[in-house]
């Protein structure tokens, strides 16, 4: 697994391996929404946290095809599914990797792009929070979408198709607690939500990753 | 550690292709698959590899020993070639042996990003996994396609003593004569009957 | 003689080809009989004036379209498990069906909502776990179109469903988190304070009645034209190989 | 170039051509905004054409990776490039059947989900206007960036990178029209630059776009 | 309608791989490159289709007149094969003419999408292709790689029948024999001396 795992770190790096961009996607998501809906500052700070969760959410999913794809394009996935690493090893290692290639920046380069919207003093705690909260739970629930679409050519749109609904209890809870941090109300709940969505995903989906890619590959 | 195959059927996107078929390969022998083009050497190859269902029939090996290769290789173009072939050895917890550099003729590319090879100096990288890796039961489809003729009798060679000698197995799907002297298996006698009812998922409608 | 004989696709059809008829019928005289006595035959409430009328359409598209989704749920589970081919296919044929009763819903409802809110959509709970039921079916349809090969396409939807299930429900919950409404509560529970006065609940049945035959009927249908669909293939494929 | 377009339209509407997704795909985007930025009726009517624009363009863009590379990657591309049309013909074929496939289907589904933003009776007209006049362009810039990006493996991220900042006066033009349009005011400059600018795209950038698959053909 | 090649020096990825290439190819005539891996055919085959530019000397043909075919040959899987052939048809604007599905054995395949070809059938495919463009000068790389015997013996004919025997000429890398009877040309003898000053851009540095 461990071979895995760094195998796609380095290509993530490497030339076109995509690290950085989708935080660059991030960076403009954010930059367009104010010539969007015009730069008034209440409006603005009022929907800056649930911005930038949505924001992060669909940079999260722009790099989810890369996941398994290319492996199936150049053939690399029968051979590793022949290997004695388990799918379901493969799946998790995948969505590791992609958590570190993606939720982990983008977690990161939230506070910074919340200067961009106005956002007040005491969101930016609660919004890195959630964010790392609820990003490994995208992270695993897209590698379950990618892995289900992984004999579609070009399915990126499908995927996001399919595994959006999926992410919106991540959302809600994530963007409700960041909301409810900032002003200071009860948040418990939502981040308890939160964490219990993330931590089940991580326990449950890559069995049903491994199951899919096992289907897919036949 | 052989490979036992019996009344095997194998179907492609749920049409029946062979059917019937039995064969026994021991360690140390090669079986050098032939037939027309659309025959059903690649299906065949694949049910062997465990990447897709038979219809019927058995295959008996031991588990983990066998090794597919295709031409999709699954090489990186970013990675270098030592690191592509490092990868499958770390993948496959096998130590790593810097001489496959120098069986399947690749030490002078090691350093060359894999992007950049001709056709078949990426064939010969896709090969090398095989050194690699240490399955005893190759299955290969086409392995080798693009190759000039010096790395065929290279590779031939390195199947004969390498492989072959220390106990190795190899079911081989090919259209040019490598230069084995294995026996080989024609395919064409055991196309499906398409008279038949269907097997597989077809059957049911039937 | 097991109830899994019913999938062997030629008995599935032979079975279900005498049904269709009456199902049809049945659903068209209840709907039709439910219908009009809902519409001519009943006062307007207090409340709603006579939009409440909407009601005959809504509630029973709504309730068709939760209980298609499970009805794929189970559907899913016996394809996983026995391996059952009429089982994927009712699952499939059921979606479509599913997905329009859901937009009869959400359309009914929109329309509703526009005397009684004052809008035509409001971020409501219920209102908004329909969208996302909405959404599961559209992913649903859109997989089984994209996959080419039909018994994989089955397995990957029949997971889909799977997982979509949990993450319907922990959305509903969400939902209702989220936002409290201003939706309705379950008008056709037992407990009497919240049930609607009896002149009205009687058509309402009846429409239910006819909403359930119809589902039943057009799923049944389209599972018989899927079956035939697949034996048209296959047939074509033996022919396809007999000339070659 | 007829052959070309009825190519990819065929291509688009076959199995896992991607037609409709990117239709999905918007409607997901405006769907997920509420969740995100919570239930109120007025934040959201008066960010709605906003996002109902930042929508379309994110829709327009998932689906551009799929212009060139596909062909890229199968070796159709040189073959083409080889035939007696010119692959400026080419992008411009290309531009119109993204065009038809993804701009025309997002401008006709935005009034229907303009519902869900609780968008005011006025605004209506004014967002269906200036997606009109504003997609085709989209179309064209992003069939620019895909024939830039075409010869990096899976380059969607860098592809949305690249294309983004040049969709920034479309959006601003165009989002700025509806909402004016919307609240009664003057409308007719940013319209006319809307129009301008299609236009122009429309002009040049084919010109670009084939010089650019010329030198990535390399 | 003749092919000029004078002085020619190609490079890939910047590195020059062959130097000082002069050969004129007649119309009916065939010329076969030969070379080990890695001698440079693909690249020579790339810059005769003007796929990429020359270090150095020239390329003379008439404008439009030739068709290159690699591996990669443009084939879509969700169209069926006499869609994908008609496609090109329409792209070169030549008149549709049912009769290469013959010519390429591919009559009994004309309906099935083309994803669901075997190696060699899609290969058939792709070969087809050059059929229907009716280019005179064909540039082909390796196109006999997945073909039974049988199939290259049928592009063996159809290239002397109809192709060379109507005025057409063509250049093909090959590692294997193809039957036909053509010169053959062998560039390991043109090998880039890697000592020369880089040609091209690198110049500029050195
Ligand atoms: C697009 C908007 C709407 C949607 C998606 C929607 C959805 C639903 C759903 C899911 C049910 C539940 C059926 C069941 O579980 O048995 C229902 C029932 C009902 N709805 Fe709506 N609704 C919408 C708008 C409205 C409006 C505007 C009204 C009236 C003010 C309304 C009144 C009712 C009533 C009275 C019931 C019956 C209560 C019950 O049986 O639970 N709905 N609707
Ligand atoms: N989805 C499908 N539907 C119908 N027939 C198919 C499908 N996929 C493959 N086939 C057919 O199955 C047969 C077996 O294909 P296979 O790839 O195994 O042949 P092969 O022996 O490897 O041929 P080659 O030498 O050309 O590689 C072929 O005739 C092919 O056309
Ligand atoms: N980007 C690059 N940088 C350096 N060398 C390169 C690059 N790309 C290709 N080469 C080298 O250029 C040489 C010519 O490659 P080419 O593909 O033309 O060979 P070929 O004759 O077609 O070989 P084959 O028979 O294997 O197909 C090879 O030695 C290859 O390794
Ligand atoms: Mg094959
Ligand atoms: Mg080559």
């Known amino acids: 697994m461990k071979a895995l795992l760094l195998r796609d770190l380095r290509l993530a790096v490497r030339a076109g391996g995509g690290f950085g961009l989708s935080l660059a996607f991030f960076l403009i998501v954010t930059v367009l929404v104010p010539f969007a809906v015009g730069p008034e500052a209440d409006t603005l700070s009022r929907i800056g946290p649930g911005v930038l969760w949505v924001g992060a959410l669909l940079a999260t999913l722009l790099s989810l095809d890369r996941q398994f794809a290319l492996d199936h394009e150049d053939g690399a996935l029968p051979l590793i599914a022949t290997s004695p690493l388990p799918l379901e090893a493969v799946a998790l290692a995948k969505a590791v990797a992609h958590w570190l290639t993606t939720g982990l920046p983008l977690t990161l380069a939230a506070a910074p792009l919340g200067i961009l919207l106005n956002l007040e003093g005491a969101s930016f705690p609660w919004l890195v929070l959630t964010l790392a909260l609820g990003t490994p739970a995208l992270s695993v629930i897209g590698t379950f979408g990618a892995a289900l679409t992984v004999g579609i050519k070009r399915g990126g749109l499908l995927l996001s198709l399919l595994v959006l609904p999926l992410y919106v209890p991540t959302l809600i809870f994530g963007a409700e607690a960041a909301r409810r941090g900032a002003m200071g109300l009860e948040v418990a709940t939502p981040l308890l939500m939160l964490a219990g969505i993330t931590l089940g995903a991580l326990a449950l989906l890559p069995f049903a990753a491994g199951a899919v890619l096992r289907i897919n590959l036949r | ?206 | 003689m097991s109830i899994w004989e019913y999938a062997n696709p030629k008995k599935f059809i032979a079975t279900t080809a005498p049904v269709i008829p009456w199902a049809f019928g049945g659903a068209i005289l209840c709907i039709v009989v439910g219908l009009i006595w809902g519409f001519f035959l009943t006062p307007d409430a207090d409340r709603f004036g006579s939009t409440v009328k909407i009601i005959y359409l809504h509630v029973p598209s709504a309730m068709i379209a939760i209980n298609g989704w499970i009805m794929m749920l189970v559907a899913s589970l016996i394809w996983l498990i026995r391996r059952h081919h009429v089982s994927a296919l009712a699952a499939k044929a059921a979606a479509p069906v599913g997905m329009v009763m859901t937009l009869i819903a959400l359309w009914t409802g929109a329309v509703w909502g526009q005397p009684m809110w004052g809008t035509w959509w409001a971020w409501d709970p219920r209102l908004t776990s329909f969208l996302i039921l909405f959404l599961f079916y559209l992913g649903y349809v859109a997989l089984w179109e994209a996959i080419p090969d039909p018994d994989q396409a089955a397995d990957l939807t029949s997971v889909l469903c799977l997982v979509g299930s949990v993450f319907a429900l922990l959305s509903r919950y969400a939902v209702y988190f989220w936002n409290q409404g201003l939706h309705q509560g379950a008008t056709l529970s037992m407990d009497s304070e919240q049930h609607i006065a009896d002149v009205f609940w009687v058509p309402l049945v009846v429409c239910i009645a006819g909403f359930i035959l119809l589902f039943v009927a057009l799923v049944l249908m389209r599972t018989g034209t899927e079956i035939r669909l697949r034996r048209l293939r296959a047939l074509e494929r033996q022919a396809q190989r007999a000339a070659a």
Request: glycine share 12%; charged share 20%.
């Open chain 2, 1 to 206: 550690m052989s490979l036992r195959v019996e009344g095997l059927s194998v179907a492609r996107g749920g049409v029946p292709v062979l059917d019937g078929l039995s064969f026994t390969v021991e360690p140390g022998q090669a079986l050098v698959l032939r037939g027309p083009n659309g025959a059903g050497k690649t299906t065949l190859l694949r049910v062997l590899a465990g990447l897709a269902p038979p219809l019927a029939g058995r295959v008996e090996m031991p588990p983990e020993s066998a090794a597919y290769a295709s031409h999709a290789d699954g090489i990186k173009a970013t990675l270098s070639v030592r690191e592509n072939l490092r990868f499958w050895a770390d993948l496959y917890a096998r130590p790593w042996a810097e001489g496959v550099l120098d069986d399947f003729d690749l030490r002078s590319l090691a350093h060359r990003p894999a992007g950049t090879l001709s056709a078949g100096q990426s064939r010969r990288l896709g090969l090398a996994r095989l050194g690699v890796i240490g399955r005893p039961i190759l299955l290969l489809d086409e392995p080798t396609v693009s190759l000039d003729a010096a790395s065929v009798a290279r590779f031939a060679g390195w199947l004969r003593e390498r492989h072959l000698a220390s106990g190795g197995l190899a079911v081989i799907a090919t259209h040019v004569p490598l230069g084995l002297d294995a026996p080989e298996f024609d395919l064409s006698r055991f196309r499906a009957d398409p008279m038949v009812a269907g097997q597989g998922s077809d059957a049911a409608f039937l």
